[in-house]
């Protein structure tokens, strides 16, 4: 099985990559080849190294040719410019988002076309899809039969990728399934140009001993996954059957991963619980308008049931998020002035 990932070195994909080099196989089959395609490759990237994994660099539309040289029978499409960045530049978004996917999928259907097999493609897609529009609010409790009404050009791009995921699939160009991403928190490294970035930097900066701002009301509800939780849903998607029995995919809507809702005041106050007052201190109320007119847009409870008949569940608590967090990434936490001499997440983190 030849599997190829868009956006391999950026956060989810590299939890993605992590996943499968791990397990070596997906939906049964041992993975062959695993793709990692991205505009830019990390120097310290040593997942190019393993045997299994061949990486091409470059603009993601302009190398879809050496993507295709041998047959995809996978192909997990995470790439995307974010959504403050495409709510800054519309032509970017445009062309990353939703040109670069439709190319995607042309490729893909001159594979089955010419008489390869038919790509099993996984999209990325996100709750920014949803909004409020006067004339349709949104309902109390989300689904996948809500209609999505985006009030962002992310949102609006996500849409219309996912309904060219439908078609291609209906006409059986190409097996499309799409998941809806939560906003993933705590994400590693370095922040992003999202603009619900700061739901991770809120935890993750101050746990590293920097500070961090929060741009929207501390009342503000919003949908949280974990990265475990986010790429269990991924690959559980990818693997999933077509059918209306446990575990098997119904039908051609999207599916909305599980999800945690949270006030940003809580996820505050879980990190002044698990963290201590020194650390929560560090965060600092900035409010950006118009941070929280696209963040607020979205919607904060869904109903989880599509995602439940996968066997995909929500994060228990945001604290076993943070945990999590900590206890996956102790090299990016500073112990020095946290409870317990650095006690956190049941282990010591100096």
């Not at 939906?27 to 830019?40: K, P, S, T």
């Not at 991403?181 to 739901?199: E, H, I, Q």
């Amino acid at each position: 099985m030849r599997i190829v990932i868009t956006g391999g070195f950026g956060f989810l994909g590299r939890q993605v990559v992590d996943a499968l080099l791990e397990r070596r196989t997906l939906c049964g089959a041992a993975i062959d080849r695993l793709v990692l395609a991205d505009r830019f490759v990390p120097a310290e990237a040593t997942v190019a190294s393993d045997p299994l994994v061949d990486v091409v660099q470059g603009d993601l539309h302009e190398r879809l040719d050496e993507i295709f040289t041998q047959p995809v029978d996978v192909l997990i499409h995470l790439a995307s410019a974010v959504s403050s960045e495409c709510e800054a530049d519309f032509d970017l978004g445009m062309s990353a988002n939703l040109d670069t996917t439709r190319a995607l999928l042309d490729a893909a259907r001159a594979q089955s076309a010419a008489g390869g097999p038919t790509p099993r493609v996984v999209f990325s897609s996100s709750v920014a899809v949803y909004g409020s529009d006067p004339a349709l609010p949104l309902p109390p409790v989300v689904s996948e039969s809500t209609l999505p009404t985006p009030q962002s050009s992310y949102g609006t791009q996500k849409r219309v990728c996912e309904q060219l995921v439908a078609e291609y699939t209906r006409r059986g160009f190409v097996d499309g399934r799409v998941a809806r991403l939560m906003t993933v928190s705590v994400r590693p490294g370095k922040p992003n140009a999202a603009a619900s970035g700061f739901l991770s930097g809120i935890i993750r900066e101050p746990l590293a001993g920097l500070p961090a701002i929060c741009p929207v009301s501390p009342g503000l509800r919003v949908a949280l996954a974990s990265p475990r939780r986010t790429v269990e849903g991924i690959l559980c998607i990818a693997e999933a059957g077509r059918g209306s029995g446990p575990g098997q995919l119904e039908g051609g809507l999207p599916v909305n991963l599980p999800a945690l809702t949270v006030t940003v005041a809580e996820m505050l106050d879980t990190l002044r619980r698990v963290a201590g007052d020194a650390v929560a201190d560090r965060v600092t109320l900035s409010p950006d308008p118009a941070v929280e007119a696209i963040v607020g847009s979205w919607p904060a409870a869904f109903d989880n049931a599509r995602a439940t008949a996968l066997g995909l569940r929500p994060d228990a608590s945001f604290e076993s998020v943070v945990r999590a967090y900590v206890e996956d990434h102790p090299e990016a936490v500073r112990s020095a002035d946290l409870p317990a001499a650095g006690a956190i997440g049941g282990r010591r983190i100096d």
